[in-house]
């Protein structure tokens, strides 16, 4: 979805229903929607997790160099979307 | 058709999204169509678009300059389907498609636009294609222009329909994946 969305077609929908119920494929497909659209907006405000992955409460600036990293174009990626 | 199958209206029994539905087909944005394909799972469904409804219509930022930037989005997520909707709201409020074209368009010199609803417009644009450019700097000329309640509902508008259109374009056999 977010970076071969041309990929997602019939047989691809054909396929998730061997394992998944309509509901759940909609649950899946809103939920990839919403972090795809959110996560490159919270990249943009350069806010990171308040604690290091052992657990230390750590500044903003550490958390940076922990977790840090650019948020990246989808278009500039292998993905192919729009236009 | 869908990849996943709408409901029909009338397998639609709850009376809380039956009435999210009603709003949605008032404004235009969504039509019945993607409340239908959402209603498979009802409490997502209800939660979405309340959030869609909400952001869209409600809060401090012009909802014309929104549904400009809704019709953007679309196109660079490549969605025919929220890229042909158009809010009833804003159409009565006087925008009309040649500035819906512009603002999706080359925007920069157009002077039916303001200093900063440029901004919004590039704020628009530069998130899905040009992250990096989205910076301190960016934000910094942002905040000259707009509260930061109004930068955050913007982002936060951005982000979500940019989300669902992602979702909306993989629903249904388009040029890209019949």
Redesign the interface.
Same mark, same amino acid.
């Given at each position: 979805m977010a970076l071969n969305p041309d990929q997602i077609d019939a047989a691809f929908h054909g396929e998730l229903r061997r394992h998944y119920s309509e509901e759940e494929i909609v649950e899946l497909g809103a939920f990839i929607g919403f972090n795809i659209g959110y996560h490159t907006f919270f990249g943009t405000l350069k806010f990171y997790p308040m604690f290091s992955p052992d657990g230390r409460l750590v500044s903003q600036e550490e958390s940076a160099r922990i977790y840090g990293g650019a948020p990246a174009s989808l278009e500039k990626g292998k993905g192919k979307r729009g236009k | 058709m869908t990849?996943?199958?709408p409901l029909l209206p009338e397998e639609i029994r709850d009376p809380e999204l039956q009435e999210l539905i009603r709003r949605c087909e008032a404004l235009g944005v969504p039509d019945a169509l993607f409340p239908r !394909? /959402?209603a =498979? +799972?009802p409490g997502?469904?209800k939660a /979405?678009l309340r959030a869609l409804l909400h952001s869209h219509v409600e809060g401090a930022v012009d909802h014309r300059l929104k549904e400009i930037i809704r019709v953007r989005l679309a =196109?660079? +997520? *490549?969605d025919p389907y929220f890229a042909g909707l158009r809010s009833a709201r804003a159409r009565q409020a006087g925008l009309d498609e040649s500035t819906i074209e512009a603002g999706a368009g080359s925007f920069e010199n157009d002077p039916r636009f303001t200093t900063a609803e440029k901004w919004a417009l590039r704020y628009a644009r530069e998130? @899905? /294609?040009?992250?990096?450019k !989205?910076? #301190?700097a960016f @934000?910094a000329e942002g905040k000259t222009h707009y509260s930061e309640a109004q930068i955050m509902e913007l *982002? #936060?508008f951005?982000?979500?329909? @940019? *989300?669902?259109?992602?979702? +909306? =374009?993989? /629903?249904a056999?388009g040029p890209?994946?019949?």
């Open positions: - | 990849f996943v199958k !394909v /959402l =498979r +799972a997502h469904a /979405l =196109r660079t +997520a *490549g998130m @899905y /294609l040009n992250p990096e !989205v910076d #301190a @934000y *982002g #936060a951005i982000a979500f329909h @940019y *989300g669902m259109q992602a979702f +909306a =374009r993989t /629903l056999p890209h994946n019949a």
